[in-house]
Protein backbone atom coordinates (compact mmCIF):
# COMPACT_ATOMS: atom_id res chain seq x y z
CA UNK A 1 0.00 0.00 0.00
CA UNK A 2 2.94 2.56 0.81
CA UNK A 3 4.63 1.60 -2.00
CA UNK A 4 1.54 2.41 -4.64
CA UNK A 5 1.13 5.73 -2.51
CA UNK A 6 4.99 6.63 -3.04
CA UNK A 7 4.27 5.70 -6.92
CA UNK A 8 0.88 8.08 -6.72
CA UNK A 9 2.87 10.77 -5.31
CA UNK A 10 5.46 10.65 -8.01
CA UNK A 11 3.32 10.28 -10.69
CA UNK A 12 1.52 13.53 -9.12
CA UNK A 13 4.64 15.34 -9.00
CA UNK A 14 5.83 14.67 -12.99
CA UNK A 15 2.55 15.79 -13.67
CA UNK A 16 2.85 19.29 -12.18
CA UNK A 17 6.12 19.70 -13.87
CA UNK A 18 4.81 19.14 -17.23
CA UNK A 19 1.60 21.62 -16.14
CA UNK A 20 4.39 24.20 -15.12
CA UNK A 21 6.88 24.01 -17.93
CA UNK A 22 7.70 27.02 -19.88
CA UNK A 23 5.95 24.78 -22.69
CA UNK A 24 3.64 22.71 -22.10
CA UNK A 25 4.22 19.30 -23.78
CA UNK A 26 0.97 16.69 -23.98
CA UNK A 27 0.82 14.41 -21.40
CA UNK A 28 0.26 11.53 -23.75
CA UNK A 29 3.88 12.41 -24.87
CA UNK A 30 5.59 12.61 -21.75
CA UNK A 31 7.76 9.54 -22.22
CA UNK A 32 9.36 11.28 -25.47
CA UNK A 33 8.54 14.88 -25.16
CA UNK A 34 12.10 16.08 -23.48
CA UNK A 35 14.48 14.04 -25.95
CA UNK A 36 13.09 13.98 -29.15
CA UNK A 37 13.88 16.85 -30.66
CA UNK A 38 14.59 15.79 -34.08
CA UNK A 39 15.48 17.97 -37.22
CA UNK A 40 14.94 15.96 -40.15
CA UNK A 41 15.49 16.55 -43.70
CA UNK A 42 12.43 16.81 -45.96
CA UNK A 43 13.80 17.96 -49.12
CA UNK A 44 14.97 13.91 -50.31
CA UNK A 45 14.09 11.76 -53.16
CA UNK A 46 11.16 9.49 -52.85
CA UNK A 47 12.16 6.77 -49.74
CA UNK A 48 13.35 6.84 -46.54
CA UNK A 49 17.07 6.31 -47.32
CA UNK A 50 15.78 8.97 -50.21
CA UNK A 51 18.92 11.36 -51.33
CA UNK A 52 18.65 14.58 -50.78
CA UNK A 53 17.70 16.81 -53.67
CA UNK A 54 20.83 18.52 -55.19
CA UNK A 55 18.54 22.10 -56.23
CA UNK A 56 17.31 24.68 -54.39
CA UNK A 57 14.45 23.62 -51.98
CA UNK A 58 12.23 26.20 -50.31
CA UNK A 59 8.26 27.86 -49.38
CA UNK A 60 7.64 24.91 -47.29
CA UNK A 61 4.18 24.60 -45.87
CA UNK A 62 3.37 22.07 -43.43
CA UNK A 63 0.13 20.19 -42.30
CA UNK A 64 -1.71 20.60 -39.26
CA UNK A 65 -0.27 17.31 -37.73
CA UNK A 66 2.87 18.18 -39.30
CA UNK A 67 3.28 14.78 -41.31
CA UNK A 68 3.14 16.35 -44.75
CA UNK A 69 4.99 19.08 -45.75
CA UNK A 70 5.02 20.53 -49.77
CA UNK A 71 7.90 22.66 -50.99
CA UNK A 72 9.06 23.66 -54.47
CA UNK A 73 12.43 23.10 -55.46
CA UNK A 74 14.47 23.73 -58.91
CA UNK A 75 14.57 26.93 -60.89
CA UNK A 76 12.76 28.73 -63.71
CA UNK A 77 10.95 26.68 -65.80
CA UNK A 78 12.28 23.52 -63.41
CA UNK A 79 10.56 24.44 -60.52
CA UNK A 80 8.38 21.47 -59.68
CA UNK A 81 6.04 21.29 -56.11
CA UNK A 82 6.63 17.97 -54.25
CA UNK A 83 4.88 16.68 -51.05
CA UNK A 84 6.79 14.80 -48.61
CA UNK A 85 5.44 12.22 -46.50
CA UNK A 86 6.91 11.87 -43.53
CA UNK A 87 5.16 9.01 -41.91
CA UNK A 88 5.41 6.61 -44.85
CA UNK A 89 8.40 9.05 -45.86
CA UNK A 90 7.32 9.28 -49.55
CA UNK A 91 8.12 12.04 -51.92
CA UNK A 92 5.05 12.70 -54.36
CA UNK A 93 5.51 15.05 -57.80
CA UNK A 94 2.37 17.58 -56.97
CA UNK A 95 2.90 19.75 -59.60
CA UNK A 96 1.16 17.28 -62.69
CA UNK A 97 -1.25 17.81 -65.46
CA UNK A 98 -4.83 15.63 -65.08
CA UNK A 99 -3.43 13.15 -67.10
CA UNK A 100 -0.39 12.94 -64.48
CA UNK A 101 2.23 14.53 -66.77
CA UNK A 102 4.72 16.92 -65.10
CA UNK A 103 4.08 20.23 -65.41
CA UNK A 104 6.30 21.70 -67.81
CA UNK A 105 6.86 25.45 -67.03
CA UNK A 106 7.91 26.68 -63.72
CA UNK A 107 5.52 25.88 -60.66
CA UNK A 108 6.13 27.30 -57.12
CA UNK A 109 4.38 28.49 -53.76
CA UNK A 110 2.77 25.26 -52.14
CA UNK A 111 -0.04 25.56 -49.78
CA UNK A 112 -1.08 22.45 -48.21
CA UNK A 113 -4.59 21.66 -46.26
CA UNK A 114 -5.24 20.65 -43.22
CA UNK A 115 -4.69 16.81 -43.97
CA UNK A 116 -2.11 17.13 -45.94
CA UNK A 117 -4.12 15.92 -48.84
CA UNK A 118 -4.41 18.60 -50.80
CA UNK A 119 -1.88 21.23 -52.13
CA UNK A 120 -2.69 24.83 -54.02
CA UNK A 121 0.07 25.83 -56.11
CA UNK A 122 1.00 28.36 -58.76
CA UNK A 123 2.36 28.02 -62.06
CA UNK A 124 3.23 29.00 -65.29
CA UNK A 125 2.77 25.80 -66.78
CA UNK A 126 0.56 24.83 -70.33
CA UNK A 127 -0.14 21.34 -69.30
CA UNK A 128 -2.22 21.75 -66.54
CA UNK A 129 -5.66 23.40 -67.72
CA UNK A 130 -5.34 27.16 -67.36
CA UNK A 131 -4.81 29.96 -69.87
CA UNK A 132 -0.65 29.17 -71.71
CA UNK A 133 2.00 31.62 -70.75
CA UNK A 134 0.45 33.03 -67.75
CA UNK A 135 1.05 32.18 -63.63
CA UNK A 136 -2.46 30.30 -62.59
CA UNK A 137 -3.49 28.51 -59.56
CA UNK A 138 -4.38 24.96 -58.75
CA UNK A 139 -4.94 22.47 -56.90
CA UNK A 140 -3.77 19.15 -56.50
CA UNK A 141 -5.75 16.39 -54.69
CA UNK A 142 -3.19 14.02 -54.15
CA UNK A 143 -4.99 10.94 -53.06
CA UNK A 144 -7.63 10.96 -56.07
CA UNK A 145 -4.96 12.19 -58.38
CA UNK A 146 -6.81 15.18 -59.74
CA UNK A 147 -5.08 18.93 -60.75
CA UNK A 148 -8.42 21.36 -60.57
CA UNK A 149 -7.84 25.27 -62.41
CA UNK A 150 -9.01 27.38 -59.26
CA UNK A 151 -7.96 30.74 -60.68
CA UNK A 152 -11.48 31.02 -63.19
CA UNK A 153 -14.50 32.56 -62.62
CA UNK A 154 -17.58 31.13 -60.80
CA UNK A 155 -19.13 28.12 -61.89
CA UNK A 156 -17.49 24.89 -62.77
CA UNK A 157 -16.33 25.85 -66.02
CA UNK A 158 -15.92 29.68 -65.66
CA UNK A 159 -13.37 32.08 -67.50
CA UNK A 160 -9.89 30.98 -67.04
CA UNK A 161 -8.22 33.86 -65.73
CA UNK A 162 -7.06 36.40 -68.49
CA UNK A 163 -3.92 37.45 -66.05
CA UNK A 164 -1.59 35.98 -63.75
CA UNK A 165 -2.55 34.67 -60.73
CA UNK A 166 -0.47 33.64 -57.53
CA UNK A 167 0.51 33.63 -53.88
CA UNK A 168 -2.31 30.87 -53.01
CA UNK A 169 -3.42 30.05 -49.55
CA UNK A 170 -5.86 26.83 -48.73
CA UNK A 171 -8.26 26.70 -45.24
CA UNK A 172 -8.13 23.56 -43.29
CA UNK A 173 -10.66 21.76 -45.13
CA UNK A 174 -9.04 22.90 -48.27
CA UNK A 175 -12.51 24.15 -50.08
CA UNK A 176 -11.59 27.13 -49.86
CA UNK A 177 -8.42 29.03 -51.55
CA UNK A 178 -7.36 32.62 -51.66
CA UNK A 179 -5.11 34.44 -54.24
CA UNK A 180 -4.03 37.32 -56.11
CA UNK A 181 -4.27 37.76 -59.52
CA UNK A 182 -4.03 40.79 -62.33
CA UNK A 183 -6.85 38.96 -63.69
CA UNK A 184 -9.63 41.11 -65.03
CA UNK A 185 -12.54 38.37 -65.76
CA UNK A 186 -12.57 36.40 -62.39
CA UNK A 187 -15.39 38.69 -60.28
CA UNK A 188 -16.79 41.86 -60.52
CA UNK A 189 -16.05 44.87 -58.42
CA UNK A 190 -12.24 44.67 -58.97
CA UNK A 191 -10.37 47.49 -60.74
CA UNK A 192 -8.01 47.20 -63.69
CA UNK A 193 -4.76 47.92 -63.42
CA UNK A 194 -4.28 46.87 -60.12
CA UNK A 195 -3.57 43.21 -58.06
CA UNK A 196 -6.53 42.12 -56.51
CA UNK A 197 -7.08 39.42 -53.80
CA UNK A 198 -10.07 36.61 -54.78
CA UNK A 199 -11.52 33.62 -52.98
CA UNK A 200 -12.29 30.43 -54.79
CA UNK A 201 -14.87 28.25 -52.92
CA UNK A 202 -14.87 24.56 -54.68
CA UNK A 203 -17.82 23.61 -52.70
CA UNK A 204 -20.04 26.13 -54.48
CA UNK A 205 -17.48 26.82 -57.68
CA UNK A 206 -18.01 30.96 -57.06
CA UNK A 207 -15.18 33.18 -56.93
CA UNK A 208 -15.66 36.18 -55.38
CA UNK A 209 -13.32 39.74 -54.43
CA UNK A 210 -11.65 39.80 -51.38
CA UNK A 211 -9.86 42.85 -51.54
CA UNK A 212 -12.61 45.68 -51.17
CA UNK A 213 -13.96 48.17 -49.07
CA UNK A 214 -16.63 46.59 -46.23
CA UNK A 215 -20.05 45.21 -47.50
CA UNK A 216 -20.16 45.13 -51.45
CA UNK A 217 -17.64 48.63 -51.44
CA UNK A 218 -15.40 49.38 -54.32
CA UNK A 219 -12.23 47.29 -54.90
CA UNK A 220 -9.30 48.16 -53.65
CA UNK A 221 -7.67 51.15 -56.01
CA UNK A 222 -4.06 49.84 -55.05
CA UNK A 223 -2.34 46.70 -54.93
CA UNK A 224 -3.43 44.08 -52.39
CA UNK A 225 -1.35 40.83 -52.39
CA UNK A 226 0.22 38.33 -49.89
CA UNK A 227 -3.42 36.46 -48.97
CA UNK A 228 -3.48 34.56 -45.93
CA UNK A 229 -7.53 32.78 -45.05
CA UNK A 230 -7.99 31.27 -41.60
CA UNK A 231 -7.95 27.54 -40.77
CA UNK A 232 -11.59 27.58 -40.53
CA UNK A 233 -12.08 29.53 -44.24
CA UNK A 234 -13.97 32.24 -42.29
CA UNK A 235 -11.09 35.09 -42.55
CA UNK A 236 -9.18 36.34 -45.57
CA UNK A 237 -5.80 38.47 -43.93
CA UNK A 238 -4.01 40.69 -47.15
CA UNK A 239 -1.41 43.68 -47.69
CA UNK A 240 -2.90 46.56 -49.45
CA UNK A 241 -1.18 49.79 -50.96
CA UNK A 242 -5.21 51.10 -51.91
CA UNK A 243 -6.74 54.03 -50.16
CA UNK A 244 -10.29 53.44 -50.51
CA UNK A 245 -10.56 50.68 -48.09
CA UNK A 246 -10.19 52.58 -44.83
CA UNK A 247 -10.43 55.72 -44.21
CA UNK A 248 -7.13 55.49 -41.90
CA UNK A 249 -5.40 54.28 -45.18
CA UNK A 250 -2.19 55.92 -45.93
CA UNK A 251 -0.86 54.58 -49.56
CA UNK A 252 1.57 52.85 -48.15
CA UNK A 253 0.84 48.95 -47.75
CA UNK A 254 -1.41 48.13 -44.52
CA UNK A 255 -2.81 44.82 -43.22
CA UNK A 256 -6.20 44.26 -43.57
CA UNK A 257 -8.73 41.17 -42.86
CA UNK A 258 -11.90 40.47 -44.62
CA UNK A 259 -14.83 38.86 -42.53
CA UNK A 260 -17.01 36.52 -44.70
CA UNK A 261 -19.87 35.87 -42.40
CA UNK A 262 -19.87 39.85 -42.05
CA UNK A 263 -18.42 41.43 -45.26
CA UNK A 264 -16.16 43.58 -42.95
CA UNK A 265 -12.93 45.17 -44.30
CA UNK A 266 -11.04 45.77 -41.28
CA UNK A 267 -7.58 47.65 -41.02
CA UNK A 268 -5.23 45.77 -38.78
CA UNK A 269 -2.30 47.41 -38.71
CA UNK A 270 -2.75 50.25 -36.65
CA UNK A 271 -2.35 51.62 -32.72
CA UNK A 272 -4.69 54.02 -31.38
CA UNK A 273 -6.51 55.12 -34.33
CA UNK A 274 -3.41 55.49 -36.30
CA UNK A 275 -2.50 52.99 -39.19
CA UNK A 276 1.11 51.95 -39.13
CA UNK A 277 3.23 54.91 -39.95
CA UNK A 278 5.55 52.43 -42.02
CA UNK A 279 4.56 49.68 -44.50
CA UNK A 280 2.95 46.62 -43.07
CA UNK A 281 3.28 43.51 -44.88
CA UNK A 282 3.18 39.63 -44.36
CA UNK A 283 0.05 39.09 -42.90
CA UNK A 284 -0.78 35.46 -41.37
CA UNK A 285 -3.99 34.30 -39.08
CA UNK A 286 -4.90 32.27 -36.96
CA UNK A 287 -7.36 29.47 -37.18
CA UNK A 288 -10.42 31.89 -37.06
CA UNK A 289 -9.61 35.22 -37.73
CA UNK A 290 -9.31 36.36 -33.88
CA UNK A 291 -5.24 37.12 -34.11
CA UNK A 292 -2.99 38.44 -37.11
CA UNK A 293 0.34 38.31 -37.36
CA UNK A 294 2.18 40.47 -39.73
CA UNK A 295 5.79 42.81 -39.82
CA UNK A 296 6.41 46.09 -40.01
CA UNK A 297 9.54 49.01 -39.37
CA UNK A 298 6.61 51.36 -38.29
CA UNK A 299 7.13 53.32 -35.04
CA UNK A 300 4.02 53.75 -34.12
CA UNK A 301 2.80 49.94 -33.44
CA UNK A 302 4.90 49.48 -29.74
CA UNK A 303 6.38 51.69 -27.01
CA UNK A 304 9.21 49.72 -26.64
CA UNK A 305 10.54 48.18 -30.60
CA UNK A 306 13.88 49.08 -32.11
CA UNK A 307 13.57 50.69 -35.53
CA UNK A 308 14.06 47.74 -36.97
CA UNK A 309 11.76 45.37 -38.92
CA UNK A 310 9.34 43.79 -36.26
CA UNK A 311 6.99 40.96 -35.59
CA UNK A 312 3.24 42.04 -34.37
CA UNK A 313 0.47 40.49 -33.47
CA UNK A 314 -3.10 42.28 -33.65
CA UNK A 315 -5.59 41.04 -31.22
CA UNK A 316 -8.82 41.75 -33.40
CA UNK A 317 -11.49 41.68 -30.81
CA UNK A 318 -9.23 44.14 -28.46
CA UNK A 319 -7.52 45.90 -30.46
CA UNK A 320 -4.04 45.26 -28.49
CA UNK A 321 -0.73 45.04 -30.70
CA UNK A 322 1.16 43.44 -29.10
CA UNK A 323 5.45 42.84 -29.99
CA UNK A 324 6.71 39.45 -30.91
CA UNK A 325 10.07 39.87 -31.78
CA UNK A 326 11.71 39.75 -29.04
CA UNK A 327 13.39 37.24 -26.17
CA UNK A 328 12.25 34.81 -23.78
CA UNK A 329 13.21 34.46 -20.05
CA UNK A 330 13.71 37.11 -17.37
CA UNK A 331 15.06 40.40 -19.77
CA UNK A 332 12.92 39.77 -23.09
CA UNK A 333 15.14 41.64 -25.07
CA UNK A 334 13.78 43.62 -27.71
CA UNK A 335 14.85 42.57 -31.09
CA UNK A 336 17.96 44.02 -31.96
CA UNK A 337 17.97 43.24 -36.19
CA UNK A 338 15.11 42.64 -38.93
CA UNK A 339 12.39 40.07 -37.92
CA UNK A 340 10.40 39.26 -40.82
CA UNK A 341 7.78 36.42 -42.62
CA UNK A 342 5.74 35.25 -38.90
CA UNK A 343 3.70 32.52 -39.44
CA UNK A 344 0.65 32.00 -36.77
CA UNK A 345 -0.97 28.05 -36.22
CA UNK A 346 -4.35 27.49 -35.89
CA UNK A 347 -4.67 28.50 -32.39
CA UNK A 348 -2.98 31.46 -32.09
CA UNK A 349 -0.93 31.15 -29.38
CA UNK A 350 2.30 30.71 -31.14
CA UNK A 351 4.04 33.01 -33.74
CA UNK A 352 6.80 31.48 -35.79
CA UNK A 353 9.05 33.82 -37.36
CA UNK A 354 12.65 34.79 -38.68
CA UNK A 355 15.27 37.16 -37.67
CA UNK A 356 18.71 38.39 -37.76
CA UNK A 357 18.80 39.49 -34.53
CA UNK A 358 21.48 38.10 -32.31
CA UNK A 359 19.55 38.21 -28.99
CA UNK A 360 16.52 36.28 -29.61
CA UNK A 361 16.58 33.01 -27.49
CA UNK A 362 16.13 31.95 -23.34
CA UNK A 363 17.93 30.65 -20.74
CA UNK A 364 16.33 27.37 -21.18
CA UNK A 365 18.04 26.28 -24.82
CA UNK A 366 20.12 29.03 -25.53
CA UNK A 367 20.55 31.30 -28.47
CA UNK A 368 21.52 30.93 -32.58
CA UNK A 369 24.98 30.17 -31.83
CA UNK A 370 26.04 32.29 -35.19
CA UNK A 371 25.25 35.64 -35.48
CA UNK A 372 26.02 36.16 -38.77
CA UNK A 373 23.03 34.16 -40.46
CA UNK A 374 18.81 34.65 -40.08
CA UNK A 375 17.67 32.03 -38.03
CA UNK A 376 13.83 30.89 -37.25
CA UNK A 377 12.00 30.97 -34.05
CA UNK A 378 8.69 30.26 -32.20
CA UNK A 379 7.46 32.66 -29.91
CA UNK A 380 5.01 31.75 -27.16
CA UNK A 381 2.56 34.68 -26.69
CA UNK A 382 1.33 32.64 -23.36
CA UNK A 383 4.39 32.59 -21.44
CA UNK A 384 6.38 35.21 -23.50
CA UNK A 385 9.25 32.65 -24.51
CA UNK A 386 11.06 32.69 -27.34
CA UNK A 387 12.77 29.59 -28.55
CA UNK A 388 15.16 28.89 -31.27
CA UNK A 389 14.01 26.11 -34.02
CA UNK A 390 16.69 26.49 -36.70
CA UNK A 391 18.88 24.02 -34.94
CA UNK A 392 20.23 20.36 -35.23
CA UNK A 393 18.39 17.33 -33.56
CA UNK A 394 18.79 17.62 -29.26
CA UNK A 395 17.20 20.10 -26.57
CA UNK A 396 20.42 22.46 -26.26
CA UNK A 397 22.00 21.89 -29.88
CA UNK A 398 24.13 23.97 -32.04
CA UNK A 399 22.19 26.46 -33.99
CA UNK A 400 22.39 26.62 -38.19
CA UNK A 401 25.27 28.23 -39.56
CA UNK A 402 23.67 29.15 -42.61
CA UNK A 403 20.20 31.60 -43.43
CA UNK A 404 17.11 29.67 -42.30
CA UNK A 405 13.92 31.27 -43.86
CA UNK A 406 10.35 30.32 -44.77
CA UNK A 407 9.31 28.96 -41.63
CA UNK A 408 5.92 27.11 -41.82
CA UNK A 409 4.28 25.35 -38.31
CA UNK A 410 1.81 22.91 -37.23
CA UNK A 411 -1.16 23.32 -35.44
CA UNK A 412 -0.09 23.96 -31.85
CA UNK A 413 3.49 24.65 -32.96
CA UNK A 414 5.10 21.63 -32.06
CA UNK A 415 6.28 21.09 -35.38
CA UNK A 416 8.01 23.77 -37.56
CA UNK A 417 8.98 23.07 -41.33
CA UNK A 418 11.83 25.30 -42.83
CA UNK A 419 14.16 26.29 -45.57
CA UNK A 420 17.83 27.24 -44.96
CA UNK A 421 21.17 27.02 -46.26
CA UNK A 422 22.87 25.83 -42.60
CA UNK A 423 25.13 22.30 -43.42
CA UNK A 424 25.34 21.18 -39.92
CA UNK A 425 21.38 21.03 -38.62
CA UNK A 426 21.00 17.00 -41.08
CA UNK A 427 23.91 14.41 -41.72
CA UNK A 428 22.46 13.88 -45.39
CA UNK A 429 22.37 17.75 -46.49
CA UNK A 430 24.00 18.41 -49.32
CA UNK A 431 26.29 21.74 -49.45
CA UNK A 432 25.79 24.57 -51.42
CA UNK A 433 22.27 23.95 -51.74
CA UNK A 434 19.15 25.29 -49.61
CA UNK A 435 17.33 22.92 -48.07
CA UNK A 436 13.85 22.33 -46.65
CA UNK A 437 14.23 20.74 -42.77
CA UNK A 438 11.23 19.96 -40.02
CA UNK A 439 11.85 20.18 -36.44
CA UNK A 440 10.09 19.17 -33.58
CA UNK A 441 9.35 22.21 -31.12
CA UNK A 442 7.41 20.55 -28.59
CA UNK A 443 6.29 17.24 -27.29
CA UNK A 444 8.32 15.15 -29.70
CA UNK A 445 7.30 12.99 -32.37
Same mark, same amino acid.
Given at each position: ?????????????????????????????????????????????????????????????????????????????????????????????????????????????????????????????????????????????????????????????????? @? &???? =?? +? %??? *???? !? /???? #? $?????????????????????????????????????? @? &???? =?? +? %??? *???? !? /???? #? $???????????????????????????????????????????????????????????????????????????????????????????????????????????????????????????????????????????????????????????????????????????????????????????????????????????
Amino acid at each position: RGRKRRARLLWASVLTLALTLPLAVPVRGLGRAFTDYRTLLVSRNDGANGAAIDSDSREPSISLDGHYVAYASGHGAGSQVYLRDLNDERTELISRSPSGARADGESAEPAVSGSGWNVAFSSRAGNLGGRGGESNVYLRLSRKGETILVSRASGRSGGKGN @G &DSFA =PS +I %SSD *GERI !V /FAST #A $TNLAPGAKPGVVNVYLRDLRTDKTTLISRAAGSGPGGN @G &DSTN =PQ +I %SAS *GNAV !V /FQST #A $TDLSPLATGEDQIYERRLGTADTLLISDAQGQAANRAAVNPSVDGDGGRVAFESAATNLSEIANPVDNVYVREVGSGEVILVSRSGGGSKAIANGDSARPDIPRDGRFVCFESVATNLGNPYDGWGEDPGVSNVYVHDLLHHGTFLISRQTGRYSPGGNGNSTNVSCSAGASLAAYASTATNLNPDARSGVTSVYRRTIFGGR
